[in-house]
């Protein structure tokens, strides 16, 4: 039989929960007193039932029936009150618990950078913010009481036990002995299976997530029913390991149930012996009876409970892997001022691969001055690069090698919250939340004024749009901005950047998305939000970036070409084919090599 130790280290992941128990001992210390009295009132009935029958029917006395008749009243109330109250308590604190630990791996979640969930699912991390921490809830907001009670009884009622009747107790001790063995072999097994089936139900959210999210792929590709099969296969297994958990469990039960029972009715059957032989009164075998009766009952809740911890021990260990995760892009622990003047933006000799493709480089040795103002458009085919700057300069990523720096300061040195403040970024998939157009505009500048934001609004040719809506800035745009088009959603992407006002804005192509004629409009709005910033475009059409003070040609991770769209018609081959695809200048002789070629995708 394992020892104390290894029973303890089954289940050491719950004392991870300490952090979150400690700041409310004053309730705790409340409820563990109203648990004791009503143990206490629990343990008290059977003497009263023994001092009724041997003093009150026995003697035929009708005042000493009356009296002990209401000692089990009084009883009666102290237990439901302090029953009552530990339920409230415990409850409170099961909720209040939870909501804490929700709270601190959301936060910790929040602040883990993109390479984080490059590996993990969103769906397994939104399974441990619900399902793992319900389990949780439901130990500290139940089980975990109901064990220390049941304890409490079971130690009590031993005592008791043996203070009724020693010999008789002594068959009831070794048969809790054979009790307790499966409880600890049968309860390893529960928490082995429990982690697995909590594994199954995260893989199962997370592919659930994953599909809903792209609805319109996967019924233009007709692929619902293949779906619905891989679902379904994902949920029978969760099922299936779910079910294997219940058995243990429910045989866990049964062989305690079956080992108790038949040892109180042995026993009892010797106590009737002895009340026939009259070495005990009928008062004293009724009280070993409801103690024998409460120590069963205790002892089956016990193992109840014990099934529980081990379910919330496996949930516990997955939200602590979770909390251990460490973002690889860390925070200066002394953070420095960003300048709000100097020399711009630097990237230095700058080498980077992803970390899920470690042997692709997605730049290397890469070095770009950008000026204060400067307005520069990146080009090139895709997988070049270009969004990857971006992503660095931003701080998702940090380089393996080389060194980016902002008015003379390595980013790496500056406060996450002080260095995107100072940048402005509208990607070529907008992000739109649920909530109203005001709350969208208003997300990188919250106390933002209605005229501050339909200022903005009208800059990016947003504001005719908005107010055709039924509630104007008002209008809910539904989870990820499904009543919008593309070009809408765009817009308001825009019009949250320009709000902002940021020294520096970062525009993935910003215009993708939208018609001709609302392409014009934005781009004479990007230009005016441009002014007296600094500005990196990323574009594709060649048509929005011809005015760009520079244009930087990139390939494979380098610079391959710089300057105006006129010099790189001439100097640059592979931009003049781009230029060839688009406006049919300077398309490529017959015989020279096909510049573009396949590219390896790294952002």
């Known amino acids: 039989m394992p020892d104390a130790a290894a029973r303890t280290r089954r289940v050491a992941p719950l004392f991870a929960l300490f952090p979150f128990l400690r700041p409310y001992a004053t309730r705790w210390a409340l409820a563990f007193l109203a648990l004791v009295i009503s143990a206490g009132a629990t343990l008290a009935l059977p003497v009263a039932f023994k ?3 041997d003093r009150g029917f026995a003697s035929g006395n009708r005042a000493h029936i009356d009296r002990y008749f209401i000692a089990l009243f009084v009883l009666s109330l102290i237990l439901a009150a302090a029953t009552a109250l530990r339920f409230y308590w415990v409850s409170w604190l099961g909720e209040r618990v939870t909501a804490d630990m929700r709270r601190a791996v959301y936060d910790h979640v929040m602040r883990m950078s993109p390479q984080f969930f490059e590996t993990t699912q969103t769906g397994e991390v939104l399974s441990r913010l619900t399902t793992d921490t319900t389990l949780i809830q439901t130990v500290v907001g139940t089980s975990l009481s109901l064990g220390l009670r049941n304890l409490l009884l079971t130690v009590g009622g031993v ?3 043996i203070a009724t009747s020693p010999v008789l107790s002594g068959y009831i001790i070794a048969t809790l002995v054979v009790v307790v063995a499966p409880i600890i072999i049968f309860g390893r097994r529960v928490r082995r299976l429990s982690r697995a089936s909590q594994d199954k139900v995260a893989n ?10 792209a609805m319109p792929t996967v019924q233009s590709y007709t692929q619902e029913s293949y779906e619905s099969r891989r679902f379904d296969n994902a949920v029978e297994g969760a099922f299936d390991t779910a079910l294997t958990r219940i058995r243990a ?9 079956v080992f108790v029972f038949a040892a109180i009715v042995f026993v009892l059957w010797l106590g009737a012996q002895a009340v026939l032989a009259g070495s005990m009164t009928a008062g004293q075998l009724s009280q070993f009876i409801l103690y024998a009766v409460f120590t069963a009952g205790a002892v089956g809740a016990v193992a109840e409970v014990w099934g529980d911890l081990q379910r919330a021990a496996g949930a516990t260990e ?31 000799n700058v080498g980077f691969s992803y970390p899920s493709r470690p042997g692709i480089a997605a730049l290397s040795a890469f070095s770009l001055d950008v000026r204060p103002g400067e307005h520069v458009a990146l080009v090139g085919p895709s997988g070049a690069g270009k969004t990857t700057l971006f992503q660095l300069l931003l701080r998702f990523y940090d380089p393996q090698s080389g060194s980016i720096s902002i008015n003379g300061v390595s980013t790496d040195q500056v406060s996450f919250a002080a260095l995107r403040k100072a940048i402005g970024v509208v990607l070529q998939e907008s992000v739109i939340f649920s909530g109203s157009v005001l709350d969208n505009i208003r997300y990188g500048m919250p106390d933002a004024t209605l005229a501050q934001v339909q200022r903005a609004a009208e800059m990016a040719a947003a504001a005719g749009f908005i107010d055709a809506l039924p509630q104007g800035y008002d209008t809910f745009l539904g ?10 959603r765009q817009r308001l992407a825009i019009a949250r950047a320009i709000l902002k006002d940021p020294p520096i804005l970062l525009l993935d192509e910003a215009t993708s998305a939208l018609d001709a004629a609302s392409e014009r409009l934005v781009q004479t709005a990007l230009d005016n939000a441009a002014l007296n910033r600094t500005t990196l475009v990323i574009a594709h059409r060649l048509a929005t ?18 300057g105006r769209h006129a010099e790189l018609l001439h100097s640059s081959p592979l931009y003049a084919q781009l230029a060839a695809l688009q406006f049919g200048e300077l398309a490529r002789q ?14």
Do not use: C, W
Not at 205 to 212: F, I, M, Q, R, T
Not at 249 to 257: C, D, E, K, M, Q
Not at 320 to 348: C, K, N, W, Y
């Open 318 to 348: 997955r939200l602590l892997q979770l909390m251990a995760a460490r973002s690889p892009v860390a925070q200066a622990q002394t953070p420095v001022p960003l300048p709000a003047h100097g020399e711009g933006i630097r990237f230095d």
């Open 51 to 53: 001092y009724l029958i």
């Open 545 to 562: 970036v011809k005015q760009a003070d520079r244009i930087v040609v990139m390939d494979q991770g380098r610079i391959v070409a710089q």
């Open 479 to 488: 989870e990820r901005g499904v009543r919008l088009s593309g070009g809408q």
């Open 204 to 213: 199962a959210s997370a592919l659930a997530g994953e599909v809903l999210n």
């Open 249 to 257: 469990r429910a045989s866990l039960t049964a062989v305690v149930i």
């Open 590 to 603: 017959p015989g020279e090599p096909d510049v573009l070629g396949d590219r390896v995708d790294s952002h």
């Open 159 to 161: 005592a008791m036990l």
